[in-house]
């Protein structure tokens, strides 16, 4: 809702979600707001529904928060899709604090590992790991 509030008159946010019992809480208390005019959902995988986007459409800004194995093939399929300067936030990359040191004990943890140091290398994207909550990487496209 807060990034729906902030868009311009002509402004448009797409949502990806596969969970109809949460997507129908959240579409009660959108519309009550009034924001329904600018809020697309499309239920299901997140991965299958990028693969379908529109031919063209592009994105000025994306947050990132489902599946944590994903991140990585969301990333990769949005960033040909956003605008030079447009940014992509991804939300828990500190994990918790479980990804210093020794062995990550779970496949999430390992995900978001290998992605936060992708990100860090990846010459497409100026990226800060920003210490709020559980950790947001900030990523601007070159
Ligand atoms: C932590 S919640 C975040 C929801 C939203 N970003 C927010 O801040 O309110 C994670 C969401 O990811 C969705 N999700 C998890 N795996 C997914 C997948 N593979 N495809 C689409 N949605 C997924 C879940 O249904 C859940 O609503």
Do not use: H, S
Request: proline residues 5%; glycine residues 8%; contains cysteine.
């Amino acid at each position: 809702m807060c990034i729906a509030r902030a868009l311009p008159p002509a402004g448009r946010l797409i949502c990806l979600d596969q969970n109809q019992a949460w997507t129908d809480i959240a579409r009660k208390y959108w519309t009550q707001a009034g924001l329904q005019d600018r809020i697309e959902l499309r239920l299901g995988q997140a991965i299958p529904a990028l693969r379908k986007l529109e031919p063209g459409l592009t994105f000025d800004f994306v947050f990132i928060d489902a599946a944590k194995t994903e991140y990585d093939a969301y990333y990769e399929l949005l960033l040909p899709r956003v605008r030079l300067n447009g940014l992509i936030l991804f939300d828990n990359m500190l994990w918790g604090g479980r990804l210093r040191g020794e062995a990550i004990a779970d496949a999430d943890g390992r995900a978001l590992d290998v992605l936060n140091q992708k990100l860090a290398d990846d010459p497409r994207v100026e990226c800060v790991l920003l210490p709020i909550a559980d950790g947001i990487q900030l990523c601007r496209k070159r």
